[in-house]
């Protein structure tokens, strides 16, 4: 089992910038890929940046050059540098793990940490 837990979300005014945290604890590995997804209301969750054991990343175009993922596996933590924040980026930010173990694929979800950006 996988345990996610988000931090560091708040409210921010617009061109402010946040860190984000992901903290993950139980079966994990560092070759397990992560992710940082995002939920505006009345939207569908969309992806925002992920990152690969081997720390290759890809991101949203609507976030390059502002956002930038990184991982520390020593501490099984992930982390979202968010800069020049618009109104637009306003959103629950989840953290995402997926595992492979043989045959099975897996994604694990974290709770959630709310980001706010006023204009």
């Known amino acids: 089992q996988v345990q996610l837990v988000e931090s560091g979300g708040g409210l921010v005014q617009a061109g402010g910038s946040l860190r984000l945290s992901c903290a993950a604890s139980?079966?994990?590995?560092?070759?397990?890929?992560m992710g940082w997804y995002r939920q505006a209301p009345g939207k569908q969750r969309e992806l925002v940046a992920a990152i690969t054991s081997g720390g290759s990343t890809n991101y949203a175009d609507s976030v390059k050059g502002r956002f930038t993922i990184s991982r520390d596996n020593p501490k099984n933590t992930m982390y979202l540098q968010i800069n020049s924040l618009k109104p637009e980026d306003t959103a629950v930010y989840y953290c995402s793990l997926s595992q492979r173990r043989g045959a099975v694929d897996t994604t694990y979800w974290g709770k959630g940490t709310q980001v706010t950006v006023s204009s």
């Open positions: 139980g079966s994990i590995f560092s070759r397990d890929a």
